[in-house]
Each structure stands twice: as structure tokens, then as C-alpha cells.
């Protein structure tokens, strides 16, 4: 599983990314500060599950959300914020979830368990 995280404050970068390394401690994060640089890493790297800060400076979450969308209709988008206010707005994004801050691993693990978009984990098929 290849999870994207993305909050302009590091600190808080910080906790989102140990509490999904808690959550899913077998997935790749890759974190970012910086919007356009989450952006072109996914236009390379195809991924998951996108968590994203909705208020940063410059280009906001929704604005990421829609992008990543283009990209991977199937991405699940799970927003992180501090703000109530802007859940009427994601929600028309279709999101996967939704995050208060602060982020815990408990609500990391919900938002996973309950995904629009399940992860389907390919089988090996070994020979007998």
C-alpha cells in the first residue's frame, strides 16, 4: 500500500505520518510539504490513499484533491484538518474520510477500515 501525506506544517507532518506508520505499519509513506511536489511525485507514482491538510498555503487540500482525482479516479482521499468548516466543501470531492486534528492512530485506522476504495492486495500465484 502507497499512502501520500501532505500538511505545510511540519510539525504536524510529523504526527500524521507516525500515526499512519502506526495504523499501517507494512504501507510506504511518502510525505510532502509542499503541493506541488506531492503532485508530480504522483503523476510518476501511482498510490492508494492520499492524506491531506485542506488549509496550507498556496494551493489548498481541495485543490490537491481535485488534481490527484485526475490523476486516479480511484485514489481514496482522506482530508486532515483543524477546520469543521470546510467539510460541506470536501465532501463534494467524494472523499474517503475525514480527519480532525489532532491525528491519532485510532482515527488514521477507522478512516482505512472503512475506504470508498478498497485496497485489493494482489496474491502471489506460486507453483505446487
Known amino acids: 500500500m502507497k499512502i501520500l501525506a501532505i500538511d505545510d506544517s511540519r510539525r504536524a507532518l510529523v504526527l500524521l ?8 505499519p507494512q504501507a510506504q509513506v511518502f510525505s510532502f510539504t509542499k503541493p506541488m511536489e506531492l503532485i508530480v511525485f504522483a503523476q510518476k507514482t501511482p498510490c492508494d490513499i492520499a492524506f491531506l491538510d485542506i488549509q496550507m498555503g498556496g494551493m489548498n487540500g481541495l485543490e490537491v484533491a481535485k488534481q490527484l482525482k485526475d490523476l486516479n479516479p480511484k485514489i481514496n482521499i482522506i482530508f486532515v484538518t483543524a ?32 475506504l470508498r476504495y478498497p485496497i485489493v492486495v494482489p496474491t502471489l500465484n506460486l507453483p505446487n
Open 83 to 114: 477546520h469543521s468548516q470546510y467539510a460541506i466543501e470536501a465532501l463534494k470531492l467524494h472523499p474517503s474520510g475525514y480527519i480532525l486534528k489532532p491525528v491519532m492512530k485510532e482515527s488514521v485506522e477507522r478512516e482505512i477500515e472503512n
Open 17 to 24: 505520518t507516525n500515526s499512519i506508520a502506526e495504523a499501517q
